[in-house]
């Protein structure tokens, strides 16, 4: 099983068989912090677990968690360029927690490989739901979901 994680608070996390076939696609957990969205750790660990005790029996034996490495963005603000660190930072730490192995993918690199280099954000939404008809990637906000399932599939020369 790959898992496939979008970070931020509009993100999602992805989990695939290792043949490449769409288990589920979630949305990432959050709560809310004062006046702001954040991940839920909690909620991500659990949403996580419960993944790995329902498919790895199965006989879909575990690879690799697949994560988006982001950074600062130009024009981006301190308050939100903080914030998406933080959200890293936690996704970061919850895999650790679960002992999973982590590889960090560039956004250039892995749509370079979906070949979405300069193309509009919503063509990865439009590549996942032709991959996966089924996936319900049917509003403009699952755009998260889409950059999980492509992020899951980048591993070991997917895509």
Same mark, same amino acid.
């Given at each position: 099983?790959?898992?496939?994680?979008?970070? &931020? @608070? !509009?993100?999602?996390?992805?989990?695939?068989?290792?043949?490449?076939?769409? +288990?589920? #696609? *979630?949305?990432?957990?959050?709560?809310?912090?004062?006046?702001?969205?954040?991940?839920?750790?909690?909620?991500?660990?659990?949403?996580?677990?419960?993944?790995?005790?329902?498919?790895?029996?199965?006989?879909?034996?575990?690879?690799?968690?697949?994560?988006?490495?982001?950074?600062?963005?130009?024009?981006?603000?301190?308050?939100?360029?903080?914030?998406? &660190? @933080? !959200?890293?930072?936690?996704?970061?730490?919850?895999?650790?927690?679960?002992? +999973?192995? #982590? *590889?960090?993918?560039?956004?250039?690199?892995?749509?370079?490989?979906?070949?979405?280099?300069?193309?509009?954000?919503?063509?990865?939404?439009?590549?996942?739901?032709?991959?996966?008809?089924?996936?319900?990637?049917?509003?403009?906000?699952?755009?998260?979901?889409?950059?999980?399932?492509?992020?899951?599939?980048?591993?070991?020369?997917?895509?």
């Amino acid at each position: 099983m790959r898992i496939g994680i979008d970070p &931020g @608070v !509009s993100g999602a996390v992805a989990f695939l068989s290792d043949r490449l076939e769409l +288990l589920e #696609v *979630v949305d990432m957990p959050t709560m809310t912090n004062g006046k702001k969205q954040q991940i839920n750790p909690y909620e991500l660990r659990t949403l996580i677990s419960l993944r790995l005790v329902k498919f790895v029996p199965k006989g879909i034996e575990l690879e690799k968690a697949y994560l988006e490495q982001v950074s600062a963005m130009p024009k981006q603000g301190v308050s939100s360029t903080f914030g998406f &660190g @933080v !959200s890293f930072g936690i996704i970061q730490g919850v895999l650790a927690g679960l002992s +999973l192995p #982590v *590889v960090l993918v560039t956004p250039a690199v892995w749509k370079r490989r979906a070949k979405l280099i300069g193309k509009e954000k919503d063509q990865a939404r439009t590549l996942a739901q032709r991959l996966y008809p089924s996936a319900e990637l049917g509003r403009k906000k699952d755009i998260g979901r889409a950059d999980a399932i492509l992020i899951a599939r980048f591993g070991e020369g997917g895509i």
